[in-house]
T-cell receptor, first 115, second 110 residues
Framework: ETGVTQSPTHLIKTRGQQVTLRCSSQ?????VSWYQQALGQGPQFIFQ???????GRGNFPPRFSGLQFPNYSSELNVNALELDDSALYLC??????????????FGPGTRLTVL | SQQGEEDPQALSIQEGENATMNCSYK?????LQWYRQNSGRGLVHLIL?????REKHSGRLRVTLDTSKKSSSLLITASRAADTASYFC??????????FGKGTMLLVSP
């Protein structure tokens, strides 16, 4: 167990709806990264938050947005859901965004299905 | 886009045998990490090797890194049924953003 928790575990939505996924980082970690993992693929980086500000973003459209709170927990929001958004969404926390020292601790993920 | 490419895509071995997985990547890196994932759940960090290191050990795991060939290998010795999982390499090219490969599915039969 890494100490990173995510909710909910599973979620079913319909196309066009909006969804919010939540993540609590490991104690003492101030950096949270979000990844999308489609079936049979490796995780793809969505964005990272450090001290409540976005600190890097992958190749995802603006309808993917996020927040980090003062306690370093985080939310991932996806608007106007599309069928291709069906995936496992993983949150990872780490101590400091420092090159070469970024072991990340992953939560169990949220499985999102878009119908 | 995915920087790392693991090889093979799938590997099936018997308990007690060694398992070797390879990873190739395209750009310069700060470090390379290996993760394990059981049944589509969260990833577990296995080992991190920095760009100035060539080999690292952790228990039954041995990782090598060849930056001139942009490749890495993960060796699991004396495999167990509990090692059955997907294994991913991930490269760090900047500040805490990891780029993962597609993974190798390892099946260890009793």
């Amino acid at each position: 167990e890494t100490g990173v928790t995510q909710s909910p575990t599973h979620l079913i939505k319909t196309r066009g709806q909006q969804v919010t996924l939540r993540c609590s980082s490991q104690s003492g970690h101030n950096t949270v990264s979000w990844y999308q993992q489609a079936l049979g693929q490796g995780p793809q980086f969505i964005f990272q938050y450090y001290r409540e500000e976005e600190n890097g973003r992958g190749n995802f459209p603006p309808r993917f947005s996020g927040l980090q709170f003062p306690n370093y927990s985080s939310e991932l929001n996806v608007n106007a859901l599309e069928l291709d958004d069906s995936a496992l969404y993983l949150c990872a926390s780490s101590l400091v965004p420092r090159p070469g020292h970024n072991e990340q601790f992953f939560g169990p993920g949220t499985r999102l299905t878009v119908l | 886009s995915q920087q790392g490419e693991e090889d093979p895509q799938a590997l099936s071995i018997q308990e007690g045998e060694n398992a070797t997985m390879n990873c190739s990547y395209k750009t310069s890196i700060n470090n390379l990490q290996w993760y394990r994932q059981n049944s589509g759940r969260g990833l577990v960090h296995l080992i991190l090797i920095r760009s100035n290191e060539r080999e690292k050990h952790s228990g039954r795991l041995r990782v090598t890194l060849d930056t001139s060939k942009k490749s890495s290998s993960l060796l699991i010795t004396a495999s167990r049924a509990a090692d059955t999982a997907s294994y991913f390499c991930a490269t760090d090219t900047g500040y805490s953003t990891l780029t993962f490969g597609k993974g190798t599915m390892l099946l260890v039969s009793p």
